[in-house]
């Protein structure tokens, strides 16, 4: 996620954007491929209602692994229970891998560390973790380089089923992050992308082409929506991005791509799925173990 901006547009603004009507019949069934992010109010009751998995938001924040450790922990806990499919969002504020400072690196890396040992005590095998890159501060290609030594010593020591995934947020677009992937070389390294971070004002590149950019690397994806000034993490159907487009070009990649709705509201994200036909009418199927 990017961090809160002041600032919003006004509702007479956002009234003149005519909302697109659900239209169950060009969707694409995803069902035992979907996650709801706990940055939502609603996530465990709309994982339990639609048949979801959960990605855990909890830990966004590193020092909540530290400072009040067992209430955050139990929250997490109790947010999984029962649900099979899980995905693990690690910190990222202040997060820089490819810091030019190595004591600013060491902390990225102590954080991961952290993070890793957390997730994989949870008995979860995917991280989505952030590039921090910082759009005029960074040279991309120095960036780009630091951060493929970066990430392929933290992949030394993982085990073979560990699915590290690099989200786009501040990049103007695809390119560095494929470059990034393809240059550690390691299938274990994938892509996130974050479809409502894309079509933000950091990047004038349209959504279809962000997808077209990351094909190759796709593994997972954050669904949101935006009116593009803000990070605002709508449900997909409320904002300037068709969602609905996005979701059938990404389908048609292959199966093996998971989806998180990462909007504040859960259940008003699920229902849109369902209304668009990428969830079936009926609710309450468990998350198929292809995806386990």
Not at 222 to 243: K, M, T, Y
Request: with cysteine; glycine share 10%; net charge negative.
């Amino acid at each position: 996620m990017l961090e809160e901006k002041s600032g919003s547009m006004t509702e007479n603004t956002r009234s003149v954007i005519p909302a697109r009507k659900p239209d169950a019949s060009r969707g694409c069934d995803l069902t035992g491929r979907v996650c709801v992010s706990t940055v939502a109010y609603d996530a465990r009751a709309t994982a339990l209602e639609y048949g979801l998995g959960i990605e855990l938001a909890e830990f966004c924040t590193a020092y909540n692994m530290d400072v009040d450790f067992g209430k955050w922990d139990r929250i997490a806990r109790d947010s999984m229970e029962g649900i099979d499919l899980r995905v693990f969002h690690a910190p990222f504020n202040e997060l820089c891998p490819a810091a030019i400072d190595p004591l600013v690196a060491d902390v990225a890396r102590r954080r991961y560390a952290q993070a890793y040992r957390l997730m994989a005590g949870y008995g979860i095998d995917r991280m989505v973790v952030h590039s921090g890159y910082v759009p005029l501060i960074y040279n991309k290609e120095y960036f780009a380089g630091r951060s493929i030594e970066f990430w392929g010593e933290f992949l030394r020591d993982k085990p073979g089923d560990f699915t590290l995934l690099l989200e786009n947020v501040m990049e103007d677009s695809p390119d560095m992050l494929r470059d990034i992937v393809r240059g550690v070389g390691d299938k274990r390294m994938r892509l996130c992308l974050d479809i409502g971070h894309a079509g933000t004002i950091v990047s004038d590149l349209p959504v279809d082409g962000w997808i077209d950019g990351v094909s190759e690397f796709l593994k997972h994806v954050h669904v949101h929506n935006n009116f593009r000034l803000n990070d605002d993490h709508n449900p997909p159907g409320e904002g300037l991005i068709d969602a609905a487009a996005a979701l059938r070009n990404i389908a048609g990649l292959g199966s093996g791509i998971t989806f998180t709705l990462e909007a504040r509201r859960g259940r008003e994200s699920a229902e849109w799925l369902r209304d668009n036909g990428f969830l079936p009418p009926h609710t309450g199927a468990a998350p198929s173990p292809e995806y386990m």
